[in-house]
C-alpha cells in the first residue's frame, strides 16, 4: 500500500467513517467540518471520487456538456441527491476570464493587471476589485475563482509578471489576501496559485527550483503564507514546475508539510491544468486533479478506481481529499448561497476598474513639471500604441474580454503560447480619454509606424503623448527588456523632435528606457484594465495625482539581473511535433532553475549588490509633495513605528510612505507601509507594527523562524533605496513556529 500519512488517514477514517449513514443536516454552517463528515458518511466511493477531478466543458461537444452550466475553466460535478453543489470555475484574478471566447461573445469587467493592482499598494482597493470580480464569476453562474496569483516577480522577463503582485512577500502576500477576501466575499471559493516558484514560463511543466528551504520560506512561500493568513482562499492551486527535482502537484514537502502540518491549512490543493503525472499525487497532499482532459492520464478518476480495486491506495486517502473539499464548500457556504446567475451592474464595476487604473498609473519622471497638461494646451500629437483602438491585455487563462469587448486581437506567433496567448486591445482608446479631457485641444494621431512622421507631428504640437508597449503573455517568456519591436526607435524620435513629450507605458513588465532623459514626463500604466484609457487621460490632466509607486524593481539591464540569461531561454526553440496543449508542452526538456538571489528578490537583491536600478521598488511621484516627520521607533519583540506624513504642496494626493528595516548583515525588507490621502497641508500619524517573521530568517534545523537579538536600523522612505529618516532600536530574540 501506498505510503499515506498515517495521522490523516487516523482522524479521517474515525470521524467520517462511524457516523451513522442516516445522518441529517442539523449543524450549522459555522461548523462546516462536522457537516462535510456527515455527509461524507453518506456518499458513495462514485460520488467521492467525482469530487476529486474537474473536467474542461470546453473541450467537450455542445450536446454532451451538462446543461445549465456555464463553460468556464474547470467543472467538477456536484451531488444531487445530497444537496453538494457542482463546481464550476473561471479565471482569475483580473476579472472573468473568456478564453478563446469560450462564451461566444460574453464579457466582463476587466481591472487593470496585477502589477497596476501591486502599484496602488491599497489592500482596501484591491479587495474592493475582489469583490467585483467575485460578484461578476457568480453573477455568470460560478461558484469558484482562479485567482490570488502571487508568484514573486524574479525575473522581469517572465510572461506572467502581470498576473502577480510584485516582489515582495509582505506586499504581495497582503494584497493576494485582500483580493482573495474580496472574491470570497460573494460566496465563491477562491484560489492562491501556483503553489510555488512557478516563476518563470520558459519550461513551465518541465523545469526544476532548486532553492534551499530557507529562501523558499522567506520568500515565496512566505508571499502564500501571508496570503492565506489574510486570504483564507479555499484552494491552493499547486503548480506546473518541479521544485528540488519533484513536480508541484505531488510533492510532499509543499503539500503536506508546509501548507498542512505548518501552516495549518483546511482548504483544498486542486492542480493547475496539466500538472498531474502521477497517482502519487493524491498521497502527496493533492485532492482534485483539474483540467484533466490535458493531463496525460485520469489520475484521480480512472487511475484511481483501477488502483483502489487493486489494493494500491486505501478507500481512506479518497474520503481525506473529498472531506476537504467538501468542508470548503460548506465553510463558504457555496451549498445554500442561492442561484448563481443574476444581471451585472457594468457601469458601477467598471467605477472600481477605473480606480483601480488611476491609483496605480506610475509617474516617473516629470522634471521640469511638464505634467499635469494646462487645459488651455492648443495642439496634443497622441502618437502609437494602438491609442486609437484601447489598450493592451496580457495573454493566457487571465485574458478578460472587457465590457464592450476587444477592438484588435491577434493570436501570437510561435511557441507554447501560440495555442491560448492573444494580443488584445479592449477598453476606452485612451485617444478618445484625451480628446474628452482636452475639448477645446485640437489633438492629432499619428499610429507611429513610421518615426519621421511621429517627429514631424511631435514637432508641431504644444506636447506630445507617446505609447510604448510591451506585450507579456502565460506560457512564454520575454526575451528581453526592450519595448515591441520599433517603439524605442520611435519614442526617440519623438522625444528627440520635442522635449515637451509623455511617454505613456503599457507593459507587463518592467522595460529599460535608452531615451529616459530626453522625455518631459514618463508614465507607466501597465496593462490598465478596461478603463486606462481613461484614468491615463486623467492623469496627464491632473484631475487624478498619481499615487502608484512601483512594485517591482527597474533594473538598467539584465546585466544587472540576478541571472542575466534566464534559465532555460537558451535551449534549443520546441521541434513542431512536440505536444502543446494549453501551453503545456510536455516534451520540453527538463532543465534546473537556480536563484542566485535566494530570498532577497528584486530590490533586496540590488541592496545586496550595491547596484542602482533605473529605478527602485517603491519609486513614484506626485502633483505633490509629501514630508516626513517624527520618527520613532520601539524595540522589544518587533518594531513599533511611528511617524508623520505632511501633504507640504498645494494639490490634494496620496502618498505611499515605506518602512524597511535594515539587520545586521542581511539586505533591507520592507516591513511596513500605508497608502495616505492628504489635502494640501494636512498631517497625518501613521503608526505600524512589523510581522516578526520579517525581522528573522528561517531556522531550517529547528523548523522555525529566528529572530536573533539585535539592532535594527530602521529606514523611513519614499523608495528602497531612498530613505528620508532613519532610526533604530533593539529588536529581542524569538522564535516563532511557522
Ligand atoms: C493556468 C492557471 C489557470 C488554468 C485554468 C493554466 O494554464 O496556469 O493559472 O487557472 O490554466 O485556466
Not at 484588435?408 to 496567448?421: C, L, M, N, W, Y
Amino acid at each position: 500500500m501506498a505510503n499515506f500519512p498515517k495521522r490523516l488517514l487516523a482522524t479521517v477514517g474515525a470521524a467520517a467513517l462511524a457516523l451513522p449513514l442516516t445522518a441529517t443536516y442539523a449543524a450549522s454552517p459555522a461548523d462546516p467540518d462536522r457537516r462535510a463528515r456527515e455527509v461524507l458518511a453518506r456518499m458513495t466511493r462514485e460520488e467521492k471520487i467525482a469530487l476529486l477531478h474537474g473536467r474542461m466543458l470546453s473541450l467537450i461537444a455542445q450536446a454532451k456538456r451538462p446543461e445549465g452550466v456555464t463553460v468556464g475553466a474547470g467543472f467538477v460535478e456536484g451531488v444531487p441527491r445530497l444537496g453538494i453543489p457542482p463546481q464550476v470555475s473561471t479565471d482569475a484574478s483580473l476579472g472573468v476570464s473568456n478564453l478563446l471566447d469560450m462564451r461566444r461573445g460574453d464579457v466582463a469587467t476587466a481591472l487593470p493587471s496585477g502589477l497596476a493592482l501591486a502599484a496602488t499598494w491599497d489592500p482596501g482597493l484591491v479587495r474592493e476589485g475582489g469583490r467585483m470580480i467575485g460578484s461578476e464569476a457568480r453573477a455568470k453562474g460560478f461558484n469558484v475563482m482562479l485567482a490570488g496569483g502571487v508568484n514573486l516577480v524574479r525575473d522581469p522577463r517572465s510572461g506572467r509578471n502581470f498576473e502577480y503582485l510584485g516582489e515582495d512577500p509582505l506586499l504581495a502576500g497582503t494584497l493576494a489576501g485582500a483580493q482573495i477576501d474580496g472574491v470570497q466575499s460573494n460566496h465563491v471559493v477562491s484560489t492562491i496559485k501556483h503553489f510555488a516558484l512557478n516563476d518563470q514560463e520558459i519550461g513551465r511543466s518541465s523545469a526544476s527550483v532548486q532553492m534551499d528551504e530557507a529562501a523558499m520560506r522567506e520568500s515565496d512561500l512566505l508571499a502564500f503564507e501571508i496570503g492565506i493568513e489574510k486570504g483564507n482562499p479555499g484552494a491552493v492551486m499547486c503548480g506546473y514546475n518541479k521544485i528540488g527535482g519533484t513536480y508541484s502537484c505531488e510533492n510532499p514537502f509543499l503539500l503536506t508539510q508546509v501548507l498542512r502540518s505548518d501552516w495549518g491549512f483546511k482548504g483544498f490543493v486542486m492542480s493547475d491544468w496539466g500538472a498531474v503525472h502521477s497517482l502519487g499525487s493524491l498521497q502527496a497532499g493533492l485532492d482534485q486533479q483539474q483540467g484533466e482532459q490535458i493531463d496525460a492520464k485520469r489520475w484521480l478518476s480512472t487511475e484511481l478506481v483501477a488502483a483502489l480495486d487493486a489494493g494500491r491506495v486505501p478507500e481512506s486517502a479518497v474520503d481525506i481529499a473529498a472531506l476537504r473539499i467538501l468542508r470548503t464548500l460548506y465553510a463558504h457556504g457555496l451549498d445554500t448561497s442561492g442561484p448563481l446567475k443574476s444581471e451585472i451592474d457594468f457601469e458601477t464595476n467598471g467605477a472600481i476598474a477605473r480606480r483601480a487604473a488611476e491609483e496605480g498609473i506610475v509617474m516617473l519622471r516629470n522634471p521640469t513639471s511638464l505634467l499635469p497638461i494646462a487645459a488651455s494646451v492648443q495642439t496634443i500629437a497622441v502618437i502609437g500604441g494602438h491609442a486609437d483602438i484601447g489598450v493592451l491585455s496580457g495573454g493566457g487563462s487571465s485574458q478578460v474580454a472587457p465590457v464592450g469587448g476587444f477592438r484588435k486581437i491577434e493570436p501570437v506567433r510561435g511557441g507554447p503560447a501560440a495555442a491560448f496567448g492573444r494580443k488584445g486591445y479592449g477598453g476606452t482608446p485612451p485617444l478618445d480619454a484625451i480628446r474628452a479631457s482636452f475639448p477645446t485641444a485640437r489633438v492629432v494621431f499619428v499610429d507611429g509606424a513610421d518615426p519621421e512622421a511621429a517627429a514631424k507631428a511631435a514637432r508641431s504640437a504644444d506636447i506630445a503623448i507617446v505609447f510604448g508597449e510591451k506585450h507579456a503573455t502565460e506560457a512564454d517568456d520575454q526575451r528581453d527588456l526592450s519595448l515591441d519591436a520599433g517603439q524605442d526607435a520611435l519614442i526617440d524620435a519623438v522625444t528627440s523632435a520635442n522635449p515637451r513629450s509623455v511617454v505613456v507605458l503599457e507593459t507587463g513588465n518592467a522595460v529599460v528606457m535608452p531615451w529616459a532623459q530626453k522625455a518631459g514626463a514618463i508614465l507607466v500604466a501597465w496593462f490598465p484594465g478596461q478603463h486606462g484609457g481613461e484614468a491615463i487621460a486623467d492623469v496627464l490632466a491632473g484631475k487624478v495625482n498619481p499615487s502608484g509607486r512601483l512594485p517591482v524593481t527597474f533594473p538598467t539591464g539584465t546585466d544587472q539581473l540576478p541571472n542575466p540569461v534566464m534559465p532555460g531561454s537558451d535551449l534549443p526553440p520546441p521541434s513542431k511535433d512536440e505536444r502543446i496543449t494549453y501551453g503545456v508542452n510536455t516534451n520540453s526538456p527538463p532543465f534546473e532553475i537556480r536563484y542566485p538571489e535566494g530570498s532577497d528578490v528584486g530590490y533586496r537583491w540590488f541592496d545586496r549588490q550595491s547596484k542602482q536600478p533605473a529605478y527602485a521598488f517603491g519609486y513614484g511621484l506626485s502633483y505633490t509633495t509629501f514630508t516626513y516627520s517624527d520618527l520613532t521607533v520601539e524595540g522589544g519583540k518587533t518594531l513599533s513605528v511611528r511617524f508623520a506624513v505632511t501633504n507640504a504642496g498645494t494639490v490634494a494626493g496620496a502618498d505611499v510612505p515605506q518602512v524597511y528595516v535594515r539587520l545586521e548583515g542581511k539586505a533591507k525588507r520592507l516591513i511596513g507601509w500605508q497608502k495616505v490621502r492628504l489635502a494640501p497641508g494636512e498631517k497625518r500619524i501613521v503608526t505600524l507594527k512589523a510581522d516578526r517573521r520579517l525581522l528573522g530568517h528561517y531556522d531550517t534545523a529547528r523548523q522555525r523562524w529566528a529572530v536573533p537579538a539585535g539592532r535594527a536600523t530602521v529606514e523611513l522612505a519614499r523608495s528602497a533605496n531612498d530613505p528620508v529618516l532613519t532610526s533604530a532600536a533593539r529588536i529581542s530574540a524569538a522564535t516563532i513556529l511557522p
